[in-house]
């Protein structure tokens, strides 16, 4: 008998209860990356909620010091660093690897905690909050690129929406928190609490995320060989962190309500020198440039200007709110603050419903242009009722604003990232939420501005028989000071302030509107 005579016809087929050795495989590495990236969300809470955290408590933390007057750059020092830092970590990740950098951010954001309470001066903690920032960019930024390496592309959009759900919660819970914390065990606790927590982030992120992530990445692929000092663009980073410091000093000196200062006037200039040198270096000399022109004049540029247009418009109307219904509605400080609770939260649930929408459908662009259009009414809405005061349940317009938004935000964000080349990922991360971050810096200042000078300039025309100096600035600076005056000047602020905001609305609207047209323009690209 041949051995081809005693071998069957037919090969048995595999038993039903066998496993793929490979799928089951493939399926312990997904589970394993989704366990890590749920881990590296708590990194993303702390940068988010630290970032609010001293909302509540600079004013009590500068006293302390005898500097309330300087207490104001606590804010800004934070998102300084924010903004700084964003441009470098996508270099930074591609040159060192993902999870080398990670860890750095973290430890860093750990050093930073702790000089923010061992600080003996407000300029220690000034620069102690700079660190913070610096470090808070790199985790929300870097969790983000390493969601778009570990995770298929359909499951990126669901995943960015925990992220934003963590974010938005971060900067939701920061602000009570420091104020809980510093009226029982003190500030500093407030800095110093956060160690164990982002020590755990740290064990995480080193057993947890896989070694493939430190592979280095350059514009040809993967490269493992060192990574030089000279490829860092030491001159993009201090061009544009100049540019940033002055424009922060720019703002701040804007601020200004009832005296028009001269420091703008120096400044501006200023500024447009910065911007130019940082624009030369990036162009001519830059070897690996923070913010690459050539992603800029593609159409990855439509997605960050919408970013910051959106941003712009959004922050312009959240940081304005609490005032709004404070001196119209005199609602009292819980309810004023359930306007911020009402958009946060709303932007939440459109994240999760984009991203399971975008699951099931792989399209986004329709979802995109509803939802823009939907922002756009709500802000005609919020004009209408708002300009001559409102119902105080009328909050709740900002919670269909905030899913609007939310949707918005996952859409671009899943847009952007099938956009941009592989190779170049981490830096068109990076530059994404930059823009983000500079909408955060200019919304709330620029409105806060406009409404302030319009309020200072109409209440001095209604208190023209009563005009002093110091009684105006007690108003303008004191939310509820006019609910100790006479009901005659209690309707003048009223009305003074009610002219002043009905512009915040209209600046949401026109940020819209330039957003629409670049939405339309950009072209939907295929999930796989």
């Known amino acids: 008998m041949t051995a081809d005579e005693e071998s069957p016809l037919?090969?048995?087929?595999?038993?039903?209860?066998?496993?793929?050795?490979?799928?089951?495989?493939?399926?312990?590495?997904?589970?394993?990356?989704?366990?890590?990236?749920?881990?590296?969300?708590?990194?993303?809470?702390?940068?988010?909620?630290?970032?609010?955290?001293?909302?509540?408590?600079?004013?009590?933390?500068?006293?302390?010091?005898?500097?309330?007057?300087?207490?104001?750059?606590?804010?800004?020092?934070?998102?300084?660093?924010?903004?700084?830092?964003?441009?470098?970590?996508?270099?930074?990740?591609?040159?060192y690897g993902r999870k080398n950098v990670l860890l750095?951010?973290?430890?860093?954001?750990?050093?930073?905690?702790?000089?923010?309470?061992?600080?003996?001066s407000l300029t220690q903690l000034i620069l102690a909050r700079v660190l913070t920032g610096i470090s808070g960019g790199g985790m929300v930024a870097l969790v983000s690129i390493i969601i778009t390496d570990l995770m298929p592309s359909d499951e990126v959009a669901l995943f960015r929406g925990y992220a934003n759900v963590v974010n938005v919660a971060g900067r939701s819970v920061g602000a009570p928190v420091g104020g809980f914390l510093i009226a029982t065990?003190?500030?500093?606790?407030?800095?110093?609490?956060?160690?164990p927590l982002i020590i755990a982030c740290i064990m995480v992120a080193y057993y947890g995320l896989p070694s493939s992530l430190n592979q280095r990445k350059t514009d040809s692929g993967q490269d493992n060989s060192r990574p030089r000092a000279s490829e860092i663009d030491f001159g993009g980073i201090i061009s544009f962190a100049t540019a940033i410091v002055i424009l922060l000093f720019l703002i701040q000196s804007s601020n200004t309500a009832y005296d028009q200062p001269k420091l703008p006037y120096l400044l501006a200039p200023a500024f447009a020198i910065a911007v130019a040198v940082f624009l030369l270096t990036e162009v001519y000399w830059a070897k690996r440039p923070l913010i690459p022109f050539s992603l800029v004049k593609s159409s990855l540029g439509g997605y960050y200007m919408a970013q910051l247009m959106l941003l712009i418009g959004r922050s312009a109307l959240s940081s304005n709110m609490v005032p709004y219904f404070v001196r119209v509605e005199k609602a009292t400080d819980v309810l004023a603050s359930f306007t911020y609770v009402a958009t946060a939260v709303g932007v939440s649930v459109g994240g999760l419903i984009s991203a399971a929408i975008i699951k099931r459908t792989q399209r986004y662009k329709t979802m995109t242009m509803v939802a823009v259009g939907s922002?756009?009414?709500?802000?005609?809405?919020?004009?209408?009722?708002?300009?001559?005061?409102?119902?105080?349940?009328?909050?709740?317009?900002?919670?269909?604003?905030?899913?609007?938004?939310?949707?918005?935000?996952s859409t671009q964000f899943i847009g952007m990232s099938l956009t941009a080349p592989k190779e170049r990922l981490a830096t068109s991360i990076g530059i994404y939420y930059l823009s983000q971050q500079l909408g955060f810096i200019v919304g709330p200042a620029a409105s806060v501005a406009v409404v302030q000078r319009l309020f200072a300039n109409r209440l001095s025309e209604?208190?023209?028989?009563?005009?002093?100096?110091?009684?105006?600035?007690?108003?303008?600076?004191?939310?509820?000071?006019?609910?100790?005056?006479?009901?005659?000047?209690?309707?003048?602020?009223?009305?003074?302030?009610?002219?002043?905001?009905?512009?915040?609305?209209?600046?949401?609207m026109v940020c819209t509107l330039i957003v629409l047209p670049i939405v339309l323009l950009l072209k939907e690209r295929k999930i796989e």
């Open 10 to 95: 037919l090969h048995s087929p595999p038993s039903s209860g066998s496993p793929d050795p490979d799928l089951e495989l493939r399926r312990k590495s997904e589970r394993a990356n989704k366990l890590v990236i749920y881990g590296s969300f708590i990194g993303v809470f702390l940068a988010a909620a630290d970032e609010s955290l001293v909302i509540s408590t600079w004013g009590s933390i500068a006293s302390q010091f005898n500097r309330l007057s300087a207490g104001s750059w606590l804010l800004v020092a934070y998102n300084f660093g924010y903004c700084v830092s964003l441009p470098v970590y996508g270099t930074l990740s591609d040159m």
């Open 104 to 120: 750095w951010a973290y430890s860093l954001f750990a050093l930073g905690c702790l000089a923010c309470g061992a600080s003996g």
């Open 185 to 195: 065990i003190g500030w500093r606790w407030s800095f110093l609490g956060q160690l």
């Open 375 to 409: 922002t756009v009414l709500l802000s005609i809405l919020i004009f209408i009722r708002y300009r001559s005061g409102c119902h105080t349940w009328e909050l709740l317009y900002l919670f269909p604003s905030g899913v609007s938004n939310g949707i918005i935000f």
């Open 462 to 508: 209604g208190l023209e028989g009563l005009k002093e100096k110091q009684l105006i600035d007690q108003i303008l600076n004191d939310l509820r000071f006019a609910q100790s005056l006479p009901e005659g000047v209690q309707s003048i602020v009223r009305s003074s302030y009610l002219y002043g905001f009905q512009f915040v609305p209209l600046l949401g």
